[in-house]
């Protein structure tokens, strides 16, 4: 089960097994649904309506749009941004899990309260992305760069794109969308972890002692879980994108309208006197593809990495006290 449980009979997590699996989780996550996250971007990113029957944007439809990026800008586009994306999941996946089986732990030792309870899960949760958020959202800024970029290229490398954010743009540049980001990620992440525990109960039994599990119920729960909780804060997740792309105008011009926002609060006012309501929602359709995938992956490749992290300390154990048993 993710996150602190006392009446696993085994030693406890250590910060550097979650981080590494949490990491590692990431990683793997990252590569399977990079594609949904590229599409993602390029709707939320759009001024012009997003519709199929009266079409006015660049792209209104995800085959639609899967098509065109992939005849004007090659397969390739699909994993546009691909390296500073996997840097930013695999530091988030090990702050976030690190983290978050700390604060569990911690709840456990100091509080009264259950840690394997899913109102638990849902404050550890939330604490635990906002300090991931902190400390990985420059790389999820240079992602969004990359991503949101055409043909030609305005950043030939991760390199070049640092240096040249950094001279023309200053140090802020890589914490655009910051307030959004945090705004939205307490409640999202807080809510994955919430359904998670909620439907990893009501859909399987208790793992045995030291099983973490990493099945195909692992990877439904999380699935359902990230698609709830992607709804009901993805404003905040376009709010964001929009803001992160401030000053790189020039390069969006080809795919459409652009425009400047002071801050969130102008960025919102703005969308809803022009875009509507649905502007809120722009790209939705891709980003529950990519949340059910993510997160269900995420959780799936969590437990199944802890899961074996066990069995071969277990097996290492077994083997040390048969040398011993032998010796004497």
């Not at 089960?1 to 250590?14: F, I, T």
Request: proline content about 5%; some cysteine.
């Amino acid at each position: 089960m993710v996150g602190y449980d006392p009446g696993v009979q085994s030693a406890p997590l250590s910060p550097e097994e979650a981080a590494f699996a949490g990491s590692a989780a990431g990683m793997v996550t990252r590569a399977l649904i990079s594609p949904f996250d590229v599409i993602k971007i390029r709707f939320q990113l759009q001024i012009e309506r997003v519709s199929s029957k009266t079409p006015e944007g660049k792209y209104y439809g995800i085959f639609q749009a899967t098509r065109r990026i992939h005849s004007e800008e090659g397969l390739s586009a699909f994993w546009k941004g691909h390296i500073p994306a996997q840097l930013l999941s695999i530091c988030y996946g090990a702050v976030q899990f690190a983290s978050f089986e700390f604060l569990t732990e911690l709840v456990h030792e100091k509080t009264p309260y259950d840690s394997q309870t899913a109102g638990v899960h849902f404050v550890c949760g939330g604490l635990a992305a906002c300090s991931a958020t902190v400390v990985c959202q420059p790389l999820d800024t240079l992602r969004t760069r990359f991503a949101a970029q055409g043909e030609p290229k305005v950043y030939r490398n991760l390199r070049h794109a640092v240096s040249t954010m950094w001279r023309s743009e200053g140090t802020l540049t890589f914490y655009r969308g910051l307030s959004p980001t945090l705004l939205a990620v307490f409640p999202y992440a807080g809510l994955q972890f919430f359904f998670y525990n909620i439907f990893k109960k009501l859909l399987a039994p208790r793992p045995k002692a030291g099983n973490s599990g990493g099945n195909l119920k692992s990877l439904v729960c999380g699935s359902g879980a990230g698609m709830i909780s992607k709804t009901i804060t993805y404003p905040f997740d376009l709010f964001k994108k929009r803001l992160q792309v401030g000053g790189f105008e020039a390069a969006r011009a080809h795919f459409g309208q652009v425009r400047s926002y002071r801050g969130l609060l102008d960025c919102m006012v703005q969308i809803a006197k022009e875009e509507g309501f649905r502007g809120f929602f722009k790209g939705l359709s891709p980003s529950l593809v990519k949340a059910a995938l993510s997160t269900g992956f995420t959780f799936f490749w969590y437990e199944f990495f802890l899961n074996a992290m066990h069995n071969f300390k277990e097996k290492r154990g077994t083997n040390v006290i048969t040398k011993d048993f032998n010796k004497r």
